[in-house]
């Protein structure tokens, strides 16, 4: 191994090290306050059912458990009043979800100006003095896309395209999606800061 392989090789792996270590950190640290959970979740709601259906839906933060797993929790404690609380805003968005997919028979998927959504909500909404609904997911992170999704689809995407996007995630629950932009430019500072120069960095790339 010349000179230049072994100096990438150990760049990659410090650099790996770097992430797993930052990774972990934030996953032991991250926390959301209420007021952002709360917030959050009202808004998605308004997003996809509109301001007049959302203001039927009252929204709470839920203390995590003591795995740190995502939990959501659905009722409807009097007519036509339904309340969502989650340990995180993905959580708060997926009980909303579950609540459209079994009270409202309604369905958000992907499609040209809306065209795989489903939303007729019933007015008034659905409720049950006794429905009470409690989901924990299995696994602490819930990962989304992948390189072809970054390179030939959200490439060309503009915001209103991302926040359909992003609420979509959140109603399944999803909260580690891939996110490669910018990632050429961190790289390439990381290496420079390890002593590779701009010809060994285009190189290798």
């Known amino acids: 191994m010349d000179g230049s392989a072994g100096r990438t090789a150990i760049a990659w792996f410090l650099l790996l090290t770097l992430l797993v270590g930052v990774q972990c950190t934030r996953s032991a640290g991250t926390t959301e306050s209420n007021g952002n959970v709360v917030k959050s979740g009202l808004e998605l709601i308004a997003r996809v059912v509109g301001d007049k259906i959302a203001a039927n839906f009252t929204v709470c933060q839920l203390e995590a458990d003591a795995d740190g797993n995502d939990t959501f929790e659905v009722s409807t404690p009097s007519f036509s009043q339904v309340r969502v609380c989650g340990t995180s805003g993905v959580a708060v968005a997926r009980g909303f979800y579950h609540y459209l997919r079994t009270m409202c028979n309604a369905m958000v998927t992907w499609g040209r100006n809306g065209s795989g959504n489903n ?5 008034p909404l659905p409720w049950d003095p006794i429905y009470f609904v409690r989901k924990s997911s299995s696994v602490k992170w ?21 926040e359909k996007e992003i609420d979509w995630m959140a109603m399944h629950g999803i909260n580690l999606p891939l996110a490669f932009t910018g990632q050429e430019y961190v790289l390439a500072a990381y290496f420079q800061k390890l002593g590779m120069t701009e010809e060994e960095i285009q190189v290798q790339s």
Do not use: A, E, G
């Open 142 to 162: 819930r990962y989304y896309m992948n390189v072809c999704t970054v390179s030939y689809s959200s490439v060309w995407w503009q915001w209103q395209r991302w």
């Open 119 to 123: 939303l007729k909500i019933p007015t």
